[in-house]
């Protein structure tokens, strides 16, 4: 008697994805998770969370998870997120704990790890930016931009920077922003990979650096998280220093360990800070409006979380050391 149906319907079986009821109750407790809290209006609310493919409805097919079962497969879940970003069905999740890019294509329910450059290992993998179907990943470690298309194939490798880390591209002009933390400074590159522009220096005055890390775009402006400065300063497209807010401290509104930023539509600016374990929100002008989060790995809790992305109201959390992805919702209102 063949054996092998039988071990393989047993192996379905074990593996099954949690129930519809299973979903109900997770999506219902997301729900619960606001800031603030009752009996106040909510603005901030949590909408769920994902750690592994699975977590997004993305599974492996029978055949793969029997045969990952028999001869092992590449782990699916994430060591140590660290930069998201969100385009249409697309979502990619950088991972320097393991070295890889995690990709996720929620429409297809696709995934796949980029984990080399054309045979290059990625050492640090840490930006991330999606232009349509394109992935930027910026490693810091090999001092260079790898321009890949869904499938991970590489398409571009942009050089010429000491550590690239935060990525940002402009939908209008094409360009892709680059922080390049050891240099203090931001690099611009065309659709080509061209150099177009870049700006700063090490410093504390307007338009000068010190180790930033993040970057966001918003319209004509661009946002930099200064690090070691503990600000955040505002740019426009090319490079002229609009204004900046923020100072070191422990207090509400203060930044201890500021990493990334964004900015919803009706532009507040969201800045997360590891050493928080928060997501500060405030107006363009820097007041402090909201701050959302907690300590632990309870929904709505962060250790040591470092990259934002915002995509049509949605906030997406790198959780770093709780190992998975955040996605809060902005309901609207100051």
């Known amino acids: 008697m063949n054996r092998w149906p039988i071990v393989l319907l047993a192996f379905a079986l074990a593996t099954c994805a949690p ?54 497969a590449a782990p699916r879940e994430m060591a140590r997120p660290y930069g998201v970003a969100a385009e249409g069905q697309l979502l990619a999740v950088t991972d320097p704990g393991s070295g890889v890019v995690h990709v996720f294509d929620t429409k297809k329910r696709d995934y796949r790890r980029i984990d080399n450059a054309d045979g290059e290992l990625l050492a640090s993998p840490v930006g991330v930016a999606l232009a349509g179907e394109v992935i930027y990943v910026a490693d810091s470690a090999l001092g260079k931009v790898f321009v890949f298309n869904p499938k991970g194939k590489l398409v571009r490798t942009i050089k010429g920077m000491q550590r690239p880390t935060g990525l940002a591209w402009d939908r209008q002009s094409g360009r892709l922003y ?85 900015v919803d539509s009706e532009g507040h600016v969201y800045v997360v800070d590891a050493l928080f374990n928060r997501v500060q ?52 209102g100051t």
């Not at 659709?191 to 870049?198: A, I, K, V």
């Not at 204004?243 to 930044?255: K, L, M, P, V």
């Not at 409006?289 to 109201?313: R, T």
């Open 281 to 332: 929100i405030f107006d363009d002008k820097g007041k402090l409006l909201l701050v959302f989060g907690d300590d632990g790995g309870a929904p709505g809790g962060f250790w040591l979380p470092s990259g934002l992305h915002i995509a049509q109201d949605r906030i997406y959390v790198a959780d770093s050391y709780n190992r998975r992805i955040q996605i809060f919702e902005f309901l609207g």
């Open 19 to 72: 129930g519809e009821d299973e979903q109900e109750k997770q999506a219902a407790m997301y729900e619960s998770v606001v800031w603030p809290g009752p009996p106040q209006t909510a603005r901030i609310r949590l909408v769920g969370m994902f750690g592994e493919p699975d977590d997004l409805g993305i599974q492996r097919s029978i055949f793969s998870r029997f045969w990952g079962w028999i001869a092992g």
């Open 178 to 262: 680059v922080v390049d933390t050891t240099d203090h400074k931001v690099v611009a590159f065309g659709p080509d990979g061209r150099r177009l522009l870049e700006f700063g220096r090490r410093g504390t005055g307007n338009g000068e650096f010190n180790f930033p890390s993040h970057v966001t775009i918003r319209g004509d402006r661009l946002y930099v998280n200064d690090t070691m400065n503990f600000r955040l300063q505002v740019f426009d497209l090319d490079g002229t220093f609009v204004s900046s807010f923020g100072s070191h401290g422990d207090g509400s509104g203060d930044f201890a360990q500021p990493k990334g930023v964004g």
